[in-house]
DNA sequence: GAATGTATCTTCACTGGTCGGTATACTATG
DNA sequence: CATAGTATACCGACCAGTGAAGATACATTC
């Protein structure tokens, strides 16, 4: 009410992903988004079938949010490819100093919703990730064959995901740092095997 | 009632960790969990303050035999080190295939718990994290000076978080593998770097 | 341009069920 | 009989989801 009308349905979303993002899928009620977004719980079902629908909406409006973090990232950043990609890991490491960091949305709703399997939400976090996979070897690809651009753009996310993961636990931007210093040593080692100059 | 195996604190702990490991902690109900242990849920609470202790005592009785577990991988794995830390992964993408795996526990508890600050489940958690990485230190150390071992252990255990957040996502194996060769390059590259060999 | 019909959007009030936690009493054993 | 452990039965809070009706915007008709 009142804010903006005929935007029930973003206000909705943006809710959602606050309260999703920040406490987690199953402890956030209907009822505390609905007050969030300064709307009654029914205009909720209006808008979204379920609770599950609403979640499935919510992890696919991050996906190109996201997408557009680790570009912006990579475009900003100076230096080498391996340096680009590093400072992906350097960023990830400065947010986790924040208050309001949680870690990756996406990995926390897998965790969460794995026990219900064909969950839309759990295959909307599975195209991001494979989004992210692909568009990392996007960037390789200038410099790498094809089949090694997506070797090493496999090898990246892993050591992304394993960041969040570890940064969850520790809350240690050293371990944002190791991990990119991995990433690039990675890189820059393939290079070598081809001859390739980075 | 029920067939008495083991005390009842030991049956509830053992309920508790498949239950919660299998659909989440926030998904599992003290009475489920007093049903599949075949005690009333007020006998838990004669065990357990409160559902928090004893999300808290699983966590924590999960550290030994996971710790357990990898080092079982390692001792059993033939080759030379680098092969040895590579068939940790193997073992889990062989793990990840099993109808009822569903990632790494830890990292699937400290997900849902983050927005609980203090909680001594997470606490726990940490505590096993870290020791699993001052665990792969160790075997590193036979090989590498203590600085680089400690740093290698870091990028391993990053990589091994990697792969249990990835794998609950794609469920395909190949991850694994993936992760399982970066963190062998990883020791070889360093190892050359030291003229040590490996 | 005023009146009316209609589809869209929102609210209030409610339900059936589940959950964490508890008061109290019973039982087995040494 | 004393203590540790277990059972029955219950509570208040909360939650996902709903029924029915009120509000709003917009098109149609005269």
């Not at 960023?91 to 969950?119: M, V, Y």
Request: proline share 4%.
């Amino acid at each position: 009410m009142a804010i903006a009308k005929g935007s029930a349905r973003q206000r909705i979303l943006q809710s959602a992903h606050a309260l999703f993002y920040r406490r987690g899928i199953g402890a956030v009620s209907l009822d505390a988004i609905a007050e969030q977004a300064g709307v009654t719980k029914r205009t909720i079902y209006y808008h979204f079938e379920s609770k599950d629908d609403l979640v499935a909406s919510y992890v696919a409006s991050r996906d190109q949010p996201n997408i557009d973090f680790y570009e912006s990232c990579f475009e900003r950043a100076p230096g080498s490819l391996p340096d680009k990609i590093e400072a992906m890991f350097t960023e990830i490491g400065r947010q986790s100093r924040g208050p309001r960091w949680q870690g990756c949305g996406f990995l926390r709703a897998a965790a969460e919703l794995i026990d219900t399997p064909g969950h839309p939400a759990l295959k909307a976090g599975a195209r991001h990730k494979k989004r992210l996979e692909v568009w990392l070897a996007s960037k390789l690809s200038d410099t790498f064959t094809p089949a090694d651009a997506e070797s090493l753009a496999r090898q990246v996310s892993i050591l992304l995901d394993g960041a969040f993961s570890v940064l969850l636990i520790h809350r240690d931007a050293a371990y944002a740092e190791a991990a990119g210093k991995a990433a690039a040593i990675l890189i820059k080692e393939r290079a070598l095997l081809r001859n390739e100059a980075v």
